[in-house]
């Protein structure tokens, strides 16, 4: 495989509706899009950044100034034979994981379209369908909560995932047990927004019985995780701390979680979700496929990667309906509350060209 160029896409994506976390409310979405062109195949990546560095360090304009000046020359310079070589060519650059993931992913999608190999395929998936679950935002009020967990059951998700703050926590997971009963699996989300000494209030949701709670603490207080994992009896997940499979087994050999979140544009891409995924099965410990509001393109290779043995817990890989009216790739839609997993070549979707150029608000082209 030769690697010709890079295309890097800006699109902009209205969200049906805003999307409110303990960091910040998203009401549309500015992804940048990146097209691999090889002499036998094109492949596409999905940055995951989001507009502003709130998730995390890294946000849209930093990706594409950082794969501009640094990451797509460093490939100018070590052409890449193939997607395993990408990773090494970047390394020297620190950090940047969301931008590196969306180069590698393109380089990937087009080296598997060129061979007719599917990313669930090289991924090593074993299953054709993957259950979903889905995210709801921090609401105005309790009963506008119920009304769209009402809605996404009705849709058949199979899991509930509550974002949670402080001044917003037990009072909403009380009212959606109440009303949609202890069978519903439910977990919460508080995207760092609580401290050590918050755990008699995090402790207040064991009665609850949720499936567990997401990244409670600062995404470097590991060592905070483990003190709140002895004094609440609900599973801890990690998301934002878990930057590699390194920082996976650290986590698990200190006690700090016992569920991750596998977001691959998160880690670098990917192959490390897939090195994190046999880390977690090795030490037995369940994941799930996080989400960063996805199009068609990042939500297909997320697809294939919940497809994998170790994915046992239902992911945010939601249908496109949850986030956009209208998908940049033709979308998915649940069905009995699963999605199917695209079978075809590389991601097995590709942009609507339509769609693609409505959307479009800038292209750049960086050769190699
Ligand atoms: O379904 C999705 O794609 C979104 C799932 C979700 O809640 N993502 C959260 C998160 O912290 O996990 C997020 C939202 C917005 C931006 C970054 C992350």
């Not at 303990?22 to 992804?31: I, L």
């Not at 995951?48 to 304009?61: I, K």
């Not at 890449?80 to 970047?90: D, G, K």
Request: glycine fraction near 8%; proline fraction near 7%; aromatic fraction near 6%.
């Amino acid at each position: 495989m030769k690697l010709t160029g890079i295309e890097m896409r800006r699109i902009r994506m209205p969200l049906v509706a805003p999307f409110r976390t303990s960091f910040g409310t998203e009401t549309e979405r500015d992804v940048l899009l990146l097209r691999a062109v090889t002499d036998e195949a094109e492949g596409w990546g999905e940055c995951v950044a989001m507009s502003d560095p709130l998730y995390s360090s890294e946000y849209v304009e930093a990706a594409a100034d950082v794969l501009r000046r640094y990451l797509v020359p460093a490939l100018a310079a070590r052409p890449p034979a193939a997607a395993t070589a990408v990773a090494p060519a970047l390394q020297r650059f620190k950090g940047h994981r969301m931008a590196k993931a969306a180069l590698e992913t393109a380089v990937l999608d087009a080296e598997l379209r060129g061979s007719g190999r599917s990313f669930a395929r090289e991924l090593g998936a074993t299953r054709e369908r993957v259950p979903c679950g889905v995210s709801v935002g921090i609401m105005d009020s309790v009963p506008a909560l119920l009304d769209a967990v009402g809605g996404y059951l009705a849709q058949g998700y199979v899991r509930i995932k509550l974002k949670i703050e402080p001044g917003w926590d037990v009072a909403p997971v009380r009212a959606v047990r109440e009303r949609f009963g202890d069978e519903v699996l439910l977990q919460v989300d508080a995207n760092t927004a609580y401290t050590v000494g918050d755990a008699p209030l995090l402790a207040a949701l064991d009665p609850f019985g949720l499936l567990l709670i997401e990244q409670p603490l600062d995404e470097e207080d590991v060592l905070g995780h483990v003190e709140l994992s002895r004094r609440v009896r609900t599973p801890i997940c990690l998301d934002e701390s878990i930057v590699s499979a390194r920082a996976a087994a650290d986590a698990i050999r200190l006690g700090a979680c016992s569920i991750i979140n596998v977001k691959p544009g998160r880690v670098g891409g990917y192959l490390e979700a897939r090195r994190i995924h046999d880390v977690c099965a090795a030490n037995g410990i369940p994941v799930w496929c996080g989400g960063m509001l996805e199009t068609g393109l990042g939500r297909a290779a997320n697809v294939a990667l919940a497809a994998l043995p170790g994915f046992t817990l239902p992911g945010d890989t939601s249908a496109s309906d949850r986030y956009f009216r209208t998908d940049v790739t033709a979308p998915f839609v649940l069905e009995d509350g699963h999605l199917p997993v695209p079978a075809g070549p590389g991601l097995g979707v590709e942009p609507i060209p339509e769609i693609l150029a409505e959307i479009t608000t800038a292209s750049e082209w960086l050769p190699l």
